[in-house]
T-cell receptor, first 116, second 115 residues
Framework: DTGVSQDPRHKITKRGQNVTFRCDPI?????LYWYRQTLGQGPEFLTYFQNEAQLEKSRLLSDRFSAERPKGSFSTLEIQRTEQGDSAMYLC??????????????FGPGTRLTVT | GENVEQHPSTLSVQEGDSAVIKCTYSDSASNYFPWYKQELGKRPQLIID?????GEKKDQRIAVTLNKTAKHFSLHITETQPEDSAVYFCAASYPSGGGADGLTFGKGTHLIIQP
């Protein structure tokens, strides 16, 4: 499968614990985006990278959230001291910025987080 | 920041009829407008998109129109089929170095195709 992949697909954690998610973009895609989606809502943008540089962060990305893309390939999203309100589907998307199709963002299957 | 409004929230049409979903956006700097289809439990799937330098784009039974003056864009699906049943999201984004910034999504339209 050459699409965007995410790991794990499901995560159940207790309030106060830290969690980390991984996203592997489509090969050669230089842009990687993180979104959060709650039931019945559209995805909400969190942050994005071009190569290893984090270019934009949403106000939704509180201090408890941190994202990295150290080598410009895969990315990790960490949530510290999880709260019940963090329960959501965390989606990753990638695109090939600077090309004719550079605007198109392709999504991964998501990581569903449940905080108990 | 950008704000995207989408309506209707639910749309039920007879198989074979046409469906139209409308979105408005607030920031005139936005120039990229994709539409995604999301089936239950699956990832959002890009079905069509349009940039601000064109007014209409068509791909088989799907078309998107854009009115930059009025800041609204619409998705048109003709000859609807049962497999078109899903939630559809519109989105808008600013340009950024040959690509797009993060997308701002509407709240979605649940399209139901009645047999």
């Amino acid at each position: 499968d050459t699409g965007v992949s995410q790991d794990p697909r499901h995560k159940i954690t207790k309030r106060g614990q830290n969690v980390t998610f991984r996203c592997d973009p489509i090969s050669e895609h230089n842009r990687l985006y993180w979104y959060r989606q709650t039931l019945g809502q559209g995805p909400e943008f969190l942050t994005y990278f071009q190569n290893e540089a984090q270019l934009e962060k949403s106000r939704l990305l509180s201090d408890r959230f941190s994202a990295e893309r150290p080598k410009g390939s895969f990315s990790t999203l960490e949530i510290q001291r999880t709260e019940q309100g963090d329960s959501a589907m965390y989606l990753c998307a990638s695109s090939f910025g600077g090309t004719a199709s550079g605007y198109e963002q392709y999504f991964g299957p998501g990581t569903r987080l449940t905080v108990t | 920041g950008e704000n995207v409004e989408q309506h209707p929230s639910t749309l039920s049409v007879q198989e074979g009829d046409s469906a139209v979903i409308k979105c408005t956006y607030s920031d005139s700097a936005s120039n990229y407008f994709p539409w995604y289809k999301q089936e239950l439990g699956k990832r959002p799937q890009l079905i069509i998109d349009i940039r601000s330098n064109v007014g209409e784009k068509k791909d088989q039974r799907i078309a998107v129109t854009l009115n930059k003056t009025a800041k609204h864009f619409s998705l048109h699906i003709t000859e609807t089929q049962p497999e078109d049943s899903a939630v559809y999201f519109c989105a808008a984004s600013y340009p950024s170095g040959g690509g797009a910034d993060g997308l701002t999504f509407g709240k979605g339209t649940h399209l139901i195709i009645q047999p």
